[in-house]
């Protein structure tokens, strides 16, 4: 019989379900009643490094404050010197996204996602919780096909809000994005998750993204002025509804309250369905205690040595690396004029990293203002001289995206040099290429 690893006693791994930037994610079974659970397994120095002890406890606080139907429960969270483990349950009907993958759905079978997603993001709300990376790919479904909201990794609470009342970190995911969030001047965090449940309602009916460009700054501003077109066969009901999701001042936009009277939202719903749960349990681990020295000091028991599984990229711990690949659901493709990697380190180290590489390349700096660097070559290639535009974007405050673009020259030139020498001249940097 095969030896599997046994967690404090507790839990009996399987498999590998997914790996994200920050731990994996496994299959397991309690010892004593056999349930099926997940176990997202996240490295304590790595969360130290990057700066997201915060934010991981308030990952924590906020799966404990939501008991919901349509909601992934967290059941508990152990910890020991080195690892933390977050003890939940298992969805083993997979990602919305897969769903979609094949195809756009039929529009009674979107609206049940739909008012199960508003009936989870509603109960957050009540209770201070507001997601901020509403996606398919955070959406899962159980073995009866019903949808579990998952991955709070960037959730924030209420009691972040800043004294105006409001939340003032960029983060999510690009093509799911409020504009308000995008803008940097403070957002409400419910009307930020409406808008995302709106791209979502609209990925389900269509089969694709409403905000669409290869290039992130050009797909930014098509959000922040709702630069859309509606599919032929949505039908009139549904636009009205999502016009008024998809509204680009969250001041204006609808709200859930209002959402639930809409009567496209309410046909075929059934009346006590988007009543709130009950009062919770009491939160099932204190956040302070997995990261202090009082962390559970009962190490994992490993019988089989499992680091060396594949890679599989299934479930993103912040939901960043695989959200900002956005091809899956274009509809057309265009010639890749650009590169994106993200970096932890911070925007001066990688500003002083660019200016580096482009000393070493002989280029000279053009343009150094806020997060972009303009840099040219001075001798002429077979075309234009070769110039590459740098740029960096706050994600949140511990990790950032950089976008290398070739504004002119020679695009073999460029393909070469990027290739041959910027890439590796980054290695130091990069956290992954998008």
Not at 171 to 198: F, H, L, R
Request: aromatic share 8%; charged share 25%.
């Amino acid at each position: 019989m095969e030896n599997k690893k046994v967690l404090m006693q507790k839990y009996e791994f399987g498999n590998l379900l997914g790996q994200g930037n920050f731990g994996k994610v496994y299959y397991a079974k309690s010892v004593k009643t056999k349930q099926s659970v997940a176990i997202k397994v996240m490295e304590k120095e790595k969360v130290r490094k990057v700066g997201m002890i915060d934010q991981t406890k308030t990952e924590i606080s906020s799966m404990s404050l939501v008991k919901h139907p349509n909601i992934l429960e967290l059941y508990e969270v152990l910890a020991n010197k080195n690892k933390i483990y977050f003890i939940m349950e298992y969805a083993d009907g997979g990602e919305l996204f897969n769903e979609v993958a094949k195809g756009k759905l039929r529009e009674d079978m979107a609206r049940r996602y739909f008012q199960q997603l508003i009936s989870a993001v509603d109960f957050c709300h009540s209770r201070g919780v507001y997601h901020r990376d509403l996606k398919p790919e955070n959406l899962l479904l159980d073995e009866n096909g019903t949808l579990k909201v998952s991955d709070f990794g960037l959730s924030a609470l209420g009691v972040s809000k800043y004294q105006d009342g409001l939340l003032h970190t960029t983060c999510g995911t690009p093509a799911y994005v409020a504009p308000e969030v995008i803008n940097q001047k403070g957002y409400d965090g419910a009307k930020a998750d409406i808008w995302s449940c709106g791209v979502i309602l609209f990925v389900l009916l269509a089969g694709y993204l409403p905000f669409r460009d290869s290039n992130l700054v050009e797909m930014y501003k098509k959000i922040s002025t709702a630069d859309y077109k509606f599919p032929s066969w949505f039908s009139p009901d549904v636009t009205k509804l999502l016009s008024k999701i998809l509204n680009p001042n969250p001041r204006s936009r609808i709200s859930i309250a209002k959402m639930k009277t809409n009567p496209w939202f309410k046909k075929g719903l059934k009346s006590n369905s988007l009543q709130k749960t009950s009062e919770q349990d009491s939160p099932r681990a204190d956040p302070p205690v997995v990261f202090g020295p009082e962390a559970n000091p009962a190490a994992l028991e490993i019988k089989n040595q499992t680091d060396d599984l594949p890679k599989l990229n299934a479930f993103d711990i912040i939901s960043l690396s695989s959200g900002l690949d956005l091809s899956g659901l274009f509809t057309e493709t265009k010639e890749k004029k650009e590169v994106q990697f993200t970096s932890v380190h911070s925007a001066s180290a990688i500003t002083s990293k660019l200016k580096d590489i482009a000393q070493q390349l002989k280029f000279k700096i053009k343009t150094e203002a806020g997060g972009l660097l303009k840099i040219e070559k001075s001798n002429k290639g077979r075309k234009a001289a070769l110039a590459i535009d740098m740029e960096i974007f706050e994600i949140t405050p511990s990790l950032y995206l950089v976008q290398v673009k070739k504004s002119s020259g020679d695009s073999l030139e460029y393909e070469k040099m990027l290739q041959e020498e910027i890439r590796p001249a980054l290695k130091d940097i990069v956290l992954s290429w998008q």
